[in-house]
């Protein structure tokens, strides 16, 4: 018997994947590198379904029904080239390869134009969820062709997570569309994180609740439209204590955020695509800043107000109006993660449509919550909606917000605490609003120093004034 897909590269991911695969009853032909790594899964998970264990790449293809489908399951990189190099000769027109490594999609783009050329489909594949995730349903974004979907796709809905009985797996697009979806994934993964940080850190200055207390807000917050992944487990680390002190546990943990990666290159495409997902880049930036530790202890005795805990009436409101700031923020984070993702589909032509993404981000994945539903719901009534905050629910939620949004952030101000997750987000809202921005002026100091030129509100054309003449218009112009 042949497997109906392999896996190579059997680190904790590819493992998990393998074993996911044969749980639903797929024939899973298994390879890596090093040989003890096969050995390990056959002999510890080889009762949870069908293994082929192969020991060299002839013997891994061969394995494998045609068209094959295989995984490829590495470190991302000059791994996932070798690895490609490896298997592309052994392989006949029509097979598929696939790497569900964090590529980044430039190189995915790459890979499938070479491997087109020599006959192979290659599909770019996000897997989100982690090792968890990837053994017991993760969310899949896999790009490449859609003729490669059409054998591939059936495998991967079986084991993606569920929701409502729908798979979170779907074609999002050709060559590294569902790379490039993915890294979104993870941009808007750090901006989340970054504001339920900075939530609980006013929470703590502004209100002096104890990680514990903080816990308790969190859970209730689950229990409403902040239901999600990330406030849940948030709740169970402030909720847990360090063993070996009796503290909390947040409070014997370096505060040093550390990044792997995708956070940054979302920043470095969306400055690229001229999206200004302000959001996920200052949660980028507060990782650095908080990973700076001498220029932290250099800065520690600057003046600034001294924290205060809040009083009376305003202490009464505050957790609820951080609840308000906290969701329109998170509206403002996801409406840039989504207009970044349409320009890259504008930019490389891929025709991404952005209800069914969210739809396969309510499970699985990282930032699944209830929150993605809204979004799916928000395309499916408007698929060519500008902004989400535009959207019936959003517009309606960033309203409800206004004075708490606004409230939460001046008492941050007030009181030293950093909120620049909160503050872009607000910045960011209320520059789309504005009737007229001061770009105006930038665009007369460009064109005062460079001859830049800029265009008028009152006719067509571009203009330039002789500044250091006679402050008149060119002739002509
Ligand atoms: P690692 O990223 O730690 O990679 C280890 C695997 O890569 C091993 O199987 C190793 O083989 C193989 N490998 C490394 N270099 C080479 C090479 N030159 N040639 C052949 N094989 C090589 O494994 P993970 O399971 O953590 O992650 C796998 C992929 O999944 C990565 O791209 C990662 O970014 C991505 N990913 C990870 C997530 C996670 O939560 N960990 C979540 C989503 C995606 P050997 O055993 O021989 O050393």
């Known amino acids: 018997k042949k497997a109906s897909i392999g896996v190579t590269g059997?680190?904790?991911?590819?493992?998990?994947l393998a074993r996911n695969l044969a749980r639903h009853g797929h024939t899973v032909a298994l390879h890596n590198r090093s040989e003890q790594r096969t050995r390990d899964l056959v002999e510890q998970f080889g009762d949870e379904g069908e293994f082929i264990p192969t020991y060299s790449a002839q013997e891994f293809v061969d394995a494998l029904e045609?068209?094959?489908?295989?995984?490829?399951?590495?470190?991302?990189g000059a791994p996932t080239d070798a690895v490609i190099e490896e298997f592309a000769p052994l392989l006949e027109e029509g097979d598929v390869i696939v790497d569900a490594g964090n590529a980044h999609f430039a190189d995915t783009r790459r890979r499938e134009a070479a491997l087109r050329e020599r006959g192979l489909h290659f599909v770019g594949t996000g897997v989100?969820?982690?090792e968890e995730g990837a053994l017991h349903g993760p969310s899949i974004m896999p790009g490449g062709s859609k003729e490669s979907y059409e054998s591939l796709g059936p495998l991967?809905?079986?084991?993606?997570?569920?929701?409502?009985?729908?798979?979170?797996?779907?074609?999002?697009?050709?060559?590294?569309a569902g790379h490039f979806v993915k890294m979104v994934h993870n941009g808007i993964e750090y901006s989340d994180m970054q504001l339920i940080a900075e939530s609980f850190d006013l929470l703590r200055g502004a209100l002096g609740y104890e990680p514990g207390q903080i816990a308790e807000v969190f859970r209730t917050w689950n229990t409403g439209r902040l239901d999600s992944y990330l406030i849940e487990i948030t709740a169970e680390v402030l909720a847990h204590t360090d063993a070996a002190t009796g503290k909390p546990f947040v409070d014997i943990v370096t505060d040093q955020a550390e990044q792997k990666g995708t956070g940054r290159w979302t920043v470095q495409i969306g400055l690229d695509l001229g999206v200004p997902i302000s959001g996920i880049a200052e949660?980028?930036?507060?990782?650095?800043?908080?990973?700076?530790?001498?220029?932290?202890?250099?800065?520690?005795g600057l003046p600034g107000p001294t924290r205060a805990p809040l009083t009376g009436a305003a202490a009464e409101t505050f957790a609820d109006d951080v609840e308000r700031a906290l969701y329109a923020s998170k509206i403002v984070a996801y409406a840039q993660g989504f207009n970044q993702i349409q320009a890259g589909g504008a930019e490389y032509g891929w025709d991404i449509d952005l209800g069914a993404l969210a739809a396969i981000w309510r499970g699985g994945c990282i930032i699944r919550?209830?929150?993605?539903?809204?979004?799916?719901?928000?395309?499916?009534a408007e698929p060519g909606l500008p902004t989400l905050l535009t959207a019936g629910d959003f517009r309606k939620a960033v309203e409800d917000a206004q004075d708490a949004w606004r409230s939460v952030i001046s008492t941050a101000v007030r009181l030293g605490i950093p909120t620049p997750g909160f503050s872009t987000a607000l910045a960011y809202y209320d520059g789309l609003r504005a009737e007229r921005l001061p770009a105006a002026l930038v665009q007369g100091q460009r064109d005062f120093f460079g001859a830049h030129t800029y265009r008028r509100?009152?006719?067509e054309g571009s203009f330039h004034t002789r500044w250091?003449?006679?402050g008149r218009p060119e002739a002509g112009a």
Request: overall charge positive; aromatic content about 6%.
């Open 283 to 300: 949660a980028v930036f507060a990782r650095s800043l908080s990973g700076s530790a001498d220029l932290r202890a250099a800065s520690r």
């Open 128 to 130: 989100s969820g982690g």
């Open 10 to 16: 059997l680190a904790v991911m590819g493992r998990n």
């Open 66 to 76: 045609r068209p094959r489908k295989l995984v490829i399951m590495v470190k991302a």
């Open 156 to 176: 991967f809905e079986s084991i993606s997570a569920k929701v409502d009985g729908d798979p979170c797996c779907t074609h999002i697009g050709p060559d590294g």
């Open 457 to 459: 509100v009152d006719r």
């Open 369 to 380: 919550a209830k929150f993605l539903d809204d979004i799916r719901a928000a395309y499916a």
């Open 468 to 470: 250091a003449e006679d």
